[in-house]
């Protein structure tokens, strides 16, 4: 059957994006859940609603208004952060609520604009995906991967103590900047797949499963990508077996169940290194992190 | 370019108009050990932070290496010891991981890690002994081997000179010789060394020049005080009522407490 489909065009390009999905939410996310900002994506997404209306308002592609304006919600976002206050918190809210009220109000009154098209976006629409888009996404997607290879030993630093970073001379604003534009991408890129309510899903989720089994930052990074795509892909596949499953939601859940398992073997693997490593000597305490 | 490590003159610091600093003057020269010492809230925490350029100053100006921190470029020449580890992220990182991230400043984008990179990161773990536990997250690890990583990651980046913001704060015995140590074999190499402390404790040998900071104001500069009486004896509690305390006075013992 999977033979059959991958001769299928639509298929085929499902699969492209659901690939490059799986790859950077989770590269992404590392960081980001590293940062504490684990609903940074979330915000972003809510923003980009009100940039998919736009296009759909202008008669412009909605994935290209949706980068502009996400960039810039991205942008906002980090802006309010740096500035630590407290009201901080509140006009985060509040841009949320602007970007998903927005939207709905712009799709409704866009020409080529309807709750179908609406849904689409908001839960994802896979099998909708076309050459164009996967042209997109695939630049995107380069660029976020090119982003992680290139400042990711600045980034780990970053989001690790920012004040190591700012005695190290980083370039803190423009590396905060970084991080959440390159964030705003991604929810661009997973918007198609898993749907903007979803996208901040496959940043943290991957990323909460592999922190159950490693110990080290490259290597959660790593199986975290390893898990984004098996969420995506097998997310896709499940679709497949039946019209009624909706991707997003498929590949979401199975995500979620990925975690479930690692946090029971992740238990097991923990027991058995504190167990080793007590036996090495009474001064080598492993406190138990959960 | 200048060797003096940290030159500040008239250096003020506020927090949301209340000033914590109020005229700071302090030359760091090469090769010194110098105790910033102070009661708590004295601002000793805020100095170092100032120095660096991590707070901004709101009066006076502050040199590293004769430049301003904000057109101060060689920062691999300063390894910086915050006062605890803020590994908060939500992702686990290794022992190493963290020790080899004080080498950044030394590091050029898009060049992988070199030998040399490697063995400062080898020899940064063996001088704090945790060469063990380097592949262990950071996150399990007790609150005094937390600060010994700190100290390898300053470590790792062999820079010229050092801040450690409270190094021995909460800290077990067995870290406080282990420091004090490291920095008597930091001095032989020649370098110096600016560190906040409550009490100095096992450090007490390795500092050459003690400044004693009271009321965002130095009260104190010069050979480090020592503790007499009843201070210096043995698990002696500090307790001092603070009360009786004189509004400013030119001698002031090693806690900023009138002698």
């Known amino acids: 059957m999977i033979v059959e489909l991958l001769q299928e065009q639509l298929f085929q390009l499902a699969l492209v994006a659901a690939l490059l999905v799986g790859l950077c939410a ?23 609603l009100t940039g998919v209306a736009l296009g759909f308002l202008t008669g412009t592609t909605p994935v290209l208004t949706a980068v502009i304006v996400s960039v810039a919600g991205a942008v906002a976002i980090e802006l309010v952060r740096a500035r630590g206050r407290t009201s901080g918190d509140v006009a985060l809210a509040l841009l949320f609520y602007g970007g998903i009220a927005g939207g709905v109000l712009l799709m409704a009154v866009s020409p080529g604009g309807s709750n179908a098209k609406l849904n689409s976006y908001l839960f994802g629409a896979i099998a909708s ?3 164009a888009d996967i042209w997109v996404i695939a630049a995107l997607a380069v660029a976020v991967i090119g982003v992680v290879l290139v400042f990711g030993r600045e980034l780990f630093v970053l989001c690790q103590d920012e004040e190591m970073a700012r005695a190290s001379g980083l370039p803190v604003r423009f590396l905060s900047l970084l991080i959440a534009v390159t964030a705003a991408l991604t929810v661009v890129i997973a918007m198609r797949v898993v749907g903007l309510l979803l996208v901040s899903a496959l940043m943290v989720i991957p990323v909460a499963t592999s922190q159950q089994l490693t110990r080290g930052f490259r290597a959660t990074m790593a199986s975290a ?8 892909v097998g997310g896709l596949l499940a679709s497949t077996v039946s019209a009624k499953v909706p991707p997003g939601a498929a590949i979401v859940l199975i995500a979620l169940a990925g975690f479930v398992l690692a946090l029971v073997v992740g238990r097991f693997v923990r027991r058995g290194r504190s167990d080793e490593e007590s036996r090495v000597g009474p001064t080598m305490r492993v406190e138990e992190v959960v | ?37 102070g009661a708590n809230g004295s601002g000793k925490s805020t100095l170092v932070r100032a120095l660096l350029g991590l707070t901004p100053l709101s009066g006076g100006s502050t040199l590293i290496y004769g430049r301003p921190p904000a057109r101060f470029s060689d920062w691999w020449r300063i390894g910086y010891v915050p006062q ?7 992702v ?5 991981e963290v020790v080899a991230s004080g080498r950044i400043a030394r590091q050029r984008r898009l060049r992988r890690t070199s030998p040399a990179d490697r063995a400062a990161v080898a020899a940064a773990l063996e001088a704090v002994r945790l060469t063990g536990r380097a592949g262990d997250p950071v996150q399990s690890l007790s609150g005094g081997q937390q600060q010994r990583v700190l100290i390898a990651r300053a470590l790792a980046g062999e820079p010229d000179t050092y801040v450690m913001d409270e190094p021995t704060a909460g800290v077990d015995a067995d870290t406080q010789r282990l420091l004090a140590d490291t920095l008597a074999e930091l001095v032989l190499g020649g370098k110096t060394v600016v560190l906040v402390a409550h009490e100095l404790g096992p450090l007490e040998p390795v500092v050459t020049r003690g400044v004693v900071i ?13 503790p007499e009486g009843d201070c210096a004896r043995p698990g002696h509690e500090h307790q001092h009522p603070h009360a009786a305390e004189p509004v400013a006075g030119p001698l002031t013992g090693w806690q900023g407490e009138p002698l």
């Open chain 1, 225 to 232: 990508m390893v898990f984004g795509v098996l969420a995506s």
């Open chain 2, 92 to 96: 686990p990182a290794t022992v190493r």
């Open chain 2, 84 to 90: 605890r580890l803020q590994v908060g992220g939500g």
């Open chain 1, 26 to 48: 989770p590269a992404v996310g590392t960081f980001i859940v590293q940062r504490r900002l684990s609903l940074l994506g979330d915000g972003i997404g809510h923003v980009a």
């Open chain 2, 214 to 226: 009271r009321d965002g104001l130095v009260a104190h500069d010069g050979r480090p005080p020592r």
């Open chain 1, 129 to 131: 995906v076309t050459p």
């Open chain 2, 1 to 37: 370019m200048s060797e003096t490590a940290f030159a500040m003159t008239g250096g003020r610091v506020a927090y949301d108009g209340r000033p914590v600093l109020r005229g700071i003057d302090l030359t760091v020269r090469p090769g010194e050990v110098v105790a910033l010492l």
